[in-house]
C-alpha cells in the first residue's frame, strides 16, 4: 500500500492509499488545501484539528449545494425525457389538405393571345428600328 505525503494548510500528512489511486488522492488533498488556505488567509493560524474540520465542513457544504444541483437536474431531465416519450407516442396529425387554384382556361387563351400580340408588337418595333 503505498503511502503518500500530502500538504494540507501548510503542513504535510503521510496517508497510505490503495495501488493506482495516488492521483485522487492528491486531488482531493488539493480541494482540502484550498479550503484550508481560505480559512488561513481570513482568520490566520490555527490548531490542526480545528483547521482540517472547517475546510472538511466547508468542502461538505459545496458537496451539499452541487448534490442539491444535481437532483434538481435529475428531476428536470426526468420531466423532459416523459415529455419527450409523451410527444413520441403521441399520434401522428392528420396531413393537411392544400388546395390549389385551377386556372380556368379562358384565362390561359386571354394570356397567350396577349402573349402573341406582344411579340407582334416587339416584331414590328424591331423592323422599324432596322429601318
Given amino acids: 500500500m503505498p503511502e503518500v ?3 494540507i494548510g501548510g503542513r504535510g500528512f503521510d496517508v497510505s492509499c490503495q495501488e493506482g489511486e495516488e492521483t485522487f488522492l ?3 488533498a488539493k480541494m482540502l ?3 484550508a488556505q481560505v480559512l488561513s488567509d481570513q482568520i ?3 490548531p490542526e484539528s480545528r483547521m482540517l474540520l472547517m475546510a472538511g465542513l466547508m468542502l461538505a457544504d459545496k458537496t ?4 442539491d444541483k444535481v437532483k434538481s437536474l435529475e428531476a428536470k431531465l ?3 425525457e416523459a415529455e419527450l416519450q409523451t410527444l413520441r407516442n403521441a399520434p401522428r396529425p392528420e396531413p393537411e389538405r392544400i388546395e390549389v387554384a385551377v386556372v380556368p382556361p379562358s384565362v390561359t387563351d386571354t394570356l397567350a393571345e396577349m402573349a402573341a400580340r406582344a411579340e ?9 428600328a432596322g429601318e
Fill in 5 to 7: 505525503t500530502i500538504h
Fill in 26 to 28: 492528491m486531488a482531493a
Fill in 33 to 35: 488545501d484550498d479550503e
Fill in 44 to 46: 490566520g493560524r490555527m
Fill in 64 to 67: 451539499a449545494a452541487t448534490d
Fill in 78 to 80: 426526468a420531466q423532459t
Fill in 120 to 128: 407582334a408588337l416587339a416584331a414590328v418595333v424591331e423592323e422599324k
